[in-house]
């Protein structure tokens, strides 16, 4: 929800047409620098002969989940960087953000004083403006759960709701999920990163079908969101 989910993790990039919440890197950032429980790569080089290799090869997954970040803030960032690189993304945001004097963040109250004019002019474009008022509008009525509440709700408790709101997808939800919140057992099987590294670490001639991933997944729980990052390692140093 870099994350975002949603300050570069390092230097920013993506994989094709994924454009949200996460970013990956060739060498574990500062801001990964706490590692996982060990027993995370345990089981997975215990359960499949293939993550054992790439933990060899990449060395053992660390994750500083930013937990503290308001849903509402993740979700308006992952907006932002939706279709455009993290560069431009989070121009428009200080851009946003400056319409908001004295605040590092606006609150969604706070979108009542300005005009959807001038969120456009900070660079968000029609839909994207419609978007962060139904954030807004969802996080005031309890839609998007506080910070605070968020943490205690199951993984697809947190998808159901959060997917309610305008231009928020399963994808989206799911990188907030692994990125901020830090849960351990996400496989995002839709996500180009995450297929097209299982193509170069299983030595599949094509992307996999979403089934066959996720069937695959099974062998993973519950650490598939470390999985997840040993496959965006394998895509990203091909």
């Given at each position: 929800?870099?994350?975002?989910?949603?300050?570069s993790l390092g230097r920013p990039r993506k994989y094709d047409g994924a454009r949200d919440l996460r970013w990956?890197?060739?060498?574990?950032?500062?801001?990964?620098?706490?590692?996982?429980?060990?027993?995370?790569?345990?089981?997975?080089?215990k359960s499949d002969p293939v993550m054992r290799r790439l933990i060899r090869a990449h060395g053992p997954f660390?994750?500083?989940?930013?937990?503290?970040?308001?849903?509402?803030?993740?979700?308006?960032?992952?907006?932002?960087?939706?279709?455009?690189?993290?560069?431009?993304?989070?121009?428009?945001?200080?851009?946003?953000?400056?319409?908001?004097?004295?605040?590092?963040?606006?609150?969604?109250?706070?979108?009542?004083?300005?005009?959807?004019?001038?969120?456009?002019?900070?660079?968000?474009?029609?839909?994207?403006?419609?978007?962060?008022?139904?954030?807004?509008?969802?996080?005031?009525?309890?839609?998007?759960?506080?910070?605070?509440?968020?943490?205690?709700?199951?993984?697809?408790?947190?998808?159901?709701?959060?997917?309610?709101?305008?231009?928020?997808?399963?994808?989206?939800?799911?990188?907030?999920?692994?990125?901020?919140?830090?849960?351990?057992?996400?496989?995002?099987?839709?996500?180009?990163?995450?297929?097209?590294?299982?193509?170069?670490?299983?030595?599949?001639?094509?992307?996999?079908?979403?089934?066959?991933?996720?069937?695959?997944?099974?062998?993973w729980r519950p650490y598939r969101s470390a999985a997840s990052w040993y496959l965006w390692r394998a895509a990203?140093?091909?």
């Amino acid at each position: 929800i870099t994350t975002a989910i949603l300050r570069s993790l390092g230097r920013p990039r993506k994989y094709d047409g994924a454009r949200d919440l996460r970013w990956t890197v060739r060498a574990a950032p500062a801001e990964w620098s706490a590692p996982m429980p060990h027993h995370a790569d345990k089981h997975l080089t215990k359960s499949d002969p293939v993550m054992r290799r790439l933990i060899r090869a990449h060395g053992p997954f660390v994750l500083k989940p930013d937990a503290r970040c308001p849903p509402f803030k993740s979700l308006v960032s992952a907006v932002a960087h939706q279709q455009l690189n993290g560069t431009a993304a989070n121009t428009i945001l200080r851009r946003f953000i400056a319409l908001f004097p004295g605040r590092r963040f606006p609150r969604p109250d706070d979108l009542a004083s300005v005009t959807d004019l001038q969120i456009r002019r900070a660079g968000f474009s029609r839909a994207k403006v419609a978007a962060i008022r139904d954030i807004a509008a969802k996080t005031l009525n309890g839609v998007v759960p506080s910070t605070r509440r968020i943490v205690s709700m199951g993984d697809e408790e947190i998808v159901e709701r959060l997917t309610e709101v305008r231009g928020v997808g399963r994808w989206t939800v799911e990188m907030l999920l692994i990125f901020k919140l830090g849960r351990p057992d996400v496989l995002p099987a839709d996500d180009f990163g995450v297929k097209n590294g299982f193509r170069i670490a299983y030595s599949l001639k094509e992307l996999p079908a979403k089934k066959v991933l996720l069937e695959h997944g099974e062998r993973w729980r519950p650490y598939r969101s470390a999985a997840s990052w040993y496959l965006w390692r394998a895509a990203d140093n091909a």
